[in-house]
């Protein structure tokens, strides 16, 4: 057989078409919680593709290929909900039930190797939780630029503020208003950002001579 030949017959192999789909899940949902990043939905569109056509050369039990993409939509849910591990052992469960009802057929050649099913969901469990958490950590990041970033920060009075007057942050000197009368060199905390004036609180006092 040529070349083309070569690279179809193995695509058609069950062990490859497995790895494919599961690949192309794990991409396409690492996407879709990391907006930008493209190289994983890039892969994983790829990926998903070649499975499609892999799996149409082979007998394939659709409930199967759903109890994998369920195994895998339960690993990344158990990084953003506290379930006590109980959504990544459905998600083992599920994969595990699904990688074996995945191929149609009692022919020996056709069924997925134990020394593939294993490793691809242990580290499809460990990929899963990975990158699901480092999304859901930066979503809950407070923000450190811009208008956002300023809200909680801390400042120094450059003047009084009685109520407006002048405050230094981040080394840059700002317009300022306090409800509460701020003297020169007090702490303050920043609130709400509205344009170009930041309104604040004081933190710490000076103590009285």
């Known amino acids: 057989?040529?070349?083309?030949?070569?690279?179809?017959?193995?695509?058609?192999?069950?062990?490859?078409?497995?790895?494919?789909?599961?690949?192309?899940?794990?991409?396409?949902?690492?996407?879709?919680?990391?907006?930008?990043?493209?190289?994983?939905?890039?892969?994983?569109?790829?990926?998903?593709?070649?499975?499609?056509?892999?799996?149409?050369s082979l007998p394939v039990n659709y409930?199967?290929?759903?109890?994998?993409?369920l195994g895998i939509i339960f690993f990344i849910l158990e990084a953003t909900v506290t379930s006590y591990g109980l959504l990544a052992i459905g998600g083992v469960v599920s994969m595990t039930f699904g990688s074996l009802m995945l191929i149609k057929s009692d022919a020996e050649f056709?069924?997925?190797?134990w020394t593939v099913i294993v490793p691809v969901i242990?580290?499809?469990?460990?990929?899963?939780?990975?990158?699901?958490?480092?999304?859901?950590?930066?979503?809950r990041r407070s923000p450190q630029t811009g208008q956002e970033g300023m809200i909680g920060a801390i400042g120094i009075a450059k003047t009084a503020l009685c109520p407006d007057g002048k405050l230094a942050i981040h080394g840059e000197l700002w317009d300022a208003i306090s409800d509460t009368p701020v003297e020169l060199g007090t702490s303050v905390k920043v609130l709400r950002?509205?344009?170009?004036?930041?309104?604040?609180?004081?933190?710490?006092?000076?103590?009285?001579?």
């Open 122 to 139: 242990l580290t499809t469990a460990a990929v899963s939780l990975f990158i699901v958490g480092m999304g859901v950590r930066a979503m």
């Open 193 to 209: 950002v509205q344009g170009l004036t930041l309104y604040v609180s004081p933190v710490l006092q000076k103590k009285e001579a």
């Open 110 to 113: 056709l069924q997925i190797s």
């Open 1 to 56: 057989m040529g070349t083309r030949l070569e690279l179809l017959k193995a695509l058609s192999d069950p062990n490859i078409a497995y790895l494919l789909m599961t690949i192309g899940t794990i991409g396409i949902m690492a996407e879709l919680y990391s907006p930008g990043a493209i190289l994983p939905g890039v892969v994983g569109a790829i990926s998903l593709i070649l499975a499609f056509y892999s799996l149409q």
């Open 63 to 69: 409930a199967g290929v759903l109890l994998l993409i």
